[in-house]
């Protein structure tokens, strides 16, 4: 499952609200999901094990004007 509270701010091709207190109540869950993502002690061992594992080695692919997304891997 995914869920991406930030597409009523940023993408205004979807029929989203946009009232002061939808952006606030959405900016306030993100906030709380950073805070918490940031308690991840994780970490790469260095840079060549990032650079080995990151997405930009994939090709990016362009979709068609229509699509709902501009750039996929």
């Avoid at 009523?8 to 979807?14: A, D, G, K």
């Avoid at 606030?24 to 993502?37: C, G, L, P, R």
């Avoid at 004007?65 to 891997?73: E, L």
Wanted: no cysteine; net charge negative; charged share 20%.
């Amino acid at each position: 499952t995914q869920y991406h509270p930030e597409k009523n701010s940023f993408e205004w091709h979807i029929n989203a609200t946009r009232t002061y207190n939808a952006i606030s109540v959405e900016q306030k869950f993100i906030n709380q999901f950073v805070k918490t993502a940031r308690l991840n002690t994780n970490r790469f061992t260095d840079e060549n094990e990032w650079n080995r594992l990151s997405i930009y080695n994939f090709q990016m692919l362009f979709t068609p004007n229509d699509a709902d997304f501009i750039q996929v891997y």
